[in-house]
Nanobody, 121 residues
């Protein structure tokens, strides 16, 4: 059974940093690309980053590029999202996802319960 569990969220002041973690199990972690999504309060899910199966490639949404860094440690079955220079608009629930795809009804794939990030101004 695929499991993804995010952690590391919390309350931080604007300009601060957080590192999110995502532990995966029940699938060959090192063979899967992963993505990060977030859902701001009252808004739709948005894609923010991808990381390749070996961690050598990553892509970012324009809103976070240069501030967020995705990485992974396949020996620990863990992916990370380093978030620096946080802004209030970065607040939301963050999800680590596997097999992410966009369908006619929205995002689909496997993801965990999420971890909440709140950035105060």
């Amino acid at each position: 059974q695929v499991q993804l569990v995010e952690s590391g969220g919390g309350l931080v002041q604007s300009g601060g940093s957080l590192r999110l973690s995502c532990v995966g199990s029940g699938f060959p972690f090192s063979q899967n690309h992963l993505s990060w999504l977030r859902q701001p309060p009252g808004k739709a899910l948005e894609w923010i980053a991808d990381i390749s199966y070996n961690g050598r490639g990553a892509n970012y949404a324009a809103s976070v590029k240069g501030r967020f860094t995705a990485s992974r440690d396949n020996d620990k079955n863990t992916a990370y999202l380093q978030m620096d220079n946080l802004k209030p608009e970065d607040s939301g629930v963050y999800y680590c996802t596997k097999d992410l795809r966009l369908t006619s009804t929205g995002f689909a794939g496997s993801w965990g319960p999420g971890t909440e990030v709140t950035v105060s101004s």
